[in-house]
Nanobody
């Protein structure tokens, strides 16, 4: 795939994880707006955070102050640092890249927050 997600796992409430999204060499990474979405079982995918080509970020209220998205154009990755994780953060997380021509999704990585 054009984007490959990794970094999910099981973590206790209050813990931290870092998700990573690696883009393939064939795309012009710096032209893509990037985002992390999450999907709960039986629900539609919802945006959590995004970062545009200029580095401007947007966060949904539920993760503000806890999650941080960073893009690294040099190595074609986007990371999502998640801190103070809560059980309601448990979901499958998907990286998304969009430019004026195309949208790509990662395959998803599961995050489980549980004691």
């Amino acid at each position: 795939g054009r984007f490959v997600d990794s970094g999910g796992g099981l973590v206790q409430p209050g813990g931290s994880l870092i998700l990573s999204c690696q883009a393939s060499n064939e795309i012009t990474f710096e032209t893509y707006e990037l985002g992390w979405y999450r999907q709960y079982p039986g629900k539609v995918r919802e945006v959590v955070v995004s970062i545009d080509v200029h580095g401007t970020t947007r966060y949904v209220d539920s993760v503000k102050g806890r999650f941080t998205i960073t893009r690294h154009n040099g190595n074609r990755t986007a990371t999502l640092q998640m801190t103070n994780l809560k059980p309601e953060d448990s979901a499958t997380y998907f990286c998304r890249g969009e430019n004026e021509y195309v949208i790509y999704w990662g395959q998803g990585t599961q995050v489980i927050v549980s004691s």
